[in-house]
């Protein structure tokens, strides 16, 4: 058995050498010829899997993306070839979350928020946009729900408009996948004319996907003199050739890593290794928690006078984005925003972090730290 993988996919040779040999590929520059002889593709969200790359390839059984979203992929291409495909839902959802929290942090010190005054929208509310919105609960925020497919789906979901939101939100985070067309598309939701909506003063965070901001509107709404928001990009429309001219007008601009916690990423080999294993009926000899790497800091104790307002310096104990903001603004226009992304340092979750004590607040689990045994 073959297999093919994107060279930044963490473990991938000790999951899947149990199938074959490994082959190890830059995502960004595969070619057809390279994945002639591919049984299982294994890719991340720079390679776009379709009918040229797999021009030459008449024996392929699977392809795996390690991530959540899955617009790189044509997925009815793969159906029609009868070739067996799967993502990783969730996989890094957790990181993602970590990284808004971040952001939110720094932005609340830097211009002097009162987080808890403060409306913020979700817009997508699924893995992602629900664990979001259970943190911020957690941390007595309000928000706002924008999601028009649960609401045709779930009675009960408390959906508000994309309009709506826009016009009452201080603060939109995005976690909607990149849909091109259709009822429900999301490529330039946010655009010259839903930008017009916008409180002049509503800060925008996008960790979904570049092009559901349109950048050129939004660099035209940012360099109007009157508007002061502030924005966080993750994600911008043509990475890794990103519209520079945005950045001094962003807060927080970082290399698309808001999913890139050791955790995160691992855990998406790891589904796709399970995906495999069912599909050539393997037993599953690898498991993720026996793989990760010990953590810096293992356990914490936590005192009674502990409170909501201390959970920024643990948070901070273990993510800081502005690292990562000062990390793309240092070395992007040297090594570039792939290197960015390929060298990116270490990062565990909150849940890496053991919490001790008598009494430890409701909200510390509900933000994902785990408590000790
Ligand atoms: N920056 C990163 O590192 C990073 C990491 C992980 C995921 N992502 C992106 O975040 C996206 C969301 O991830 P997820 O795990 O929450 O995905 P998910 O599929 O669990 O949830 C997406 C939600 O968006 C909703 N949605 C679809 N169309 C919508 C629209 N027009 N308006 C509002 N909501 C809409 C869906 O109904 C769904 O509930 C992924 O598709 C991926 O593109 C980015
Ligand atoms: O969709 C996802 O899961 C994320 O965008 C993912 O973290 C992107 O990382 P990449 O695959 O490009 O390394």
């Given at each position: 058995m073959r297999i093919f993988a994107d060279?930044?996919?963490?473990l991938v040779q000790q999951f899947f050498n149990q199938f074959g040999d490994v082959n190890l590929f830059n995502g960004r520059h595969v070619s057809a010829a390279q994945l002639q002889d591919a049984d299982i593709l294994l890719v991340r969200s720079v390679s776009n899997v379709n009918a040229q790359l797999l021009?030459?390839?008449?024996?392929?059984r699977f392809v795996g993306t390690a991530?959540?979203?899955?617009?790189?992929?044509d997925q009815t291409y793969l159906a029609a070839r009868n070739v067996a495909f799967a993502s990783a839902p969730g996989c890094n959802a957790q990181s993602v979350v970590e990284y808004v929290l971040s952001s939110l942090w720094c932005l609340a010190d830097k211009y002097q928020w009162?987080?808890?005054?403060k409306t913020i929208g979700i817009v997508g509310v699924g893995n992602i946009g629900s664990r979001l919105a259970q943190a911020l609960q957690a941390l007595n925020i309000r928000v706002l729900l924008c999601d028009p497919v649960r609401a045709r789906n779930e009675?009960?979901?408390n959906h508000t408009d994309f309009t709506t939101l826009c016009q009452q939100a201080d603060i939109i985070s995005f976690h909607t996948?990149?849909?091109?067309?259709?009822?429900?598309?999301?490529?330039?939701?946010?655009?010259a004319d839903t930008l017009a909506?916008?409180?002049?003063d509503c800060a925008l965070i996008n960790?979904?996907?570049?092009?559901?901001?349109d950048n050129q509107a939004l660099l035209q709404d940012l360099s109007r003199a009157a508007k002061r928001r502030a924005v966080v990009l993750d994600v911008w429309e043509q990475e890794p050739d990103i519209?520079?001219?945005l950045l001094p007008y962003v807060d927080i601009a970082t290399a698309?890593?808001?999913?890139?916690s050791i955790e995160g990423k691992a855990r998406g080999t790891e589904m796709l290794y399970q995906r495999c294993a069912a599909l050539l009926q393997q037993p599953l000899q690898q498991q993720l928690q026996q793989l990760l790497p010990v953590p810096a800091m293992e356990k914490l104790q936590i005192s009674?006078?502990?409170?909501?307002?201390?959970v920024q310096n643990i948070a901070r104990l273990l993510y800081d984005v502005r690292r990562d903001d000062a990390l793309l603004r240092h070395y992007l226009h040297g090594k570039g925003f792939d290197w960015l992304r390929k060298s990116y340092p270490p990062r565990r979750e909150f849940s890496s972090l053991q919490l001790c004590g008598k009494v430890i607040p409701d909200f510390l689990p509900q933000l994902g730290f785990s408590l000790a045994q």
């Open positions: 060279e930044n996919m963490p021009q030459h390839n008449t024996k392929l991530t959540i979203g899955m617009d790189h992929i009162p987080l808890a005054e009675i009960g979901f996948p990149l849909i091109s067309s259709g009822n429900d598309a999301t490529k330039h939701l946010l655009n909506l916008l409180k002049p960790a979904s996907r570049g092009a559901v901001i519209l520079t001219a698309h890593i808001a999913g890139h009674a006078n502990f409170g909501l307002p201390d």
